[in-house]
């Protein structure tokens, strides 16, 4: 599962950077993001058959990302704690149960 959630992380940070240079706005950036984290649920899901908190987080992160371009983009300080609680979805995500 490690390997998915890689592809997640990889797969999430070349999208946005894409959609950026392609001239796509921050919310089309965000939203195509997604892509990634929900094949990476849905993957997790036919292994295991069973919901993953780690995957549903980044997912409602990366929406909450959306929010705050749509809101007011100039609200960077919302935005930098929502990529933060991203990253540490992520980190979750990855840790190897006890």
Same mark, same amino acid.
């Given at each position: 599962?490690?390997? +998915?959630?890689? !592809?997640?992380? *990889? ?6 950077? !894409?959609?950026?240079?392609? *001239? *796509?706005?921050? !919310? ?10 929900? +094949? *990476? ?21 990366n929406?909450? %990302? ?10 960077? %300080?919302?935005?930098?704690? /929502?990529?933060?609680? /991203?990253?540490?979805?992520?980190l ?7």
């Amino acid at each position: 599962m490690i390997a +998915v959630t890689v !592809f997640e992380i *990889g797969a999430l940070i070349v999208t946005v950077e !894409f959609v950026k240079s392609h *001239g *796509g706005s921050d !919310f089309s950036a965000y939203m195509w993001s997604l892509l990634a984290p929900a +094949v *990476g649920a849905l993957v997790y899901w036919a292994r295991t058959r069973r919901a993953s908190g780690a995957r549903a987080a980044i997912l409602a992160f990366n929406l909450r %990302s959306a929010d705050v371009v749509i809101a007011n983009s100039s609200f960077q %300080s919302a935005f930098a704690w /929502t990529q933060i609680m /991203t990253v540490a979805a992520m980190l979750v995500g990855i840790t190897p149960p006890s």
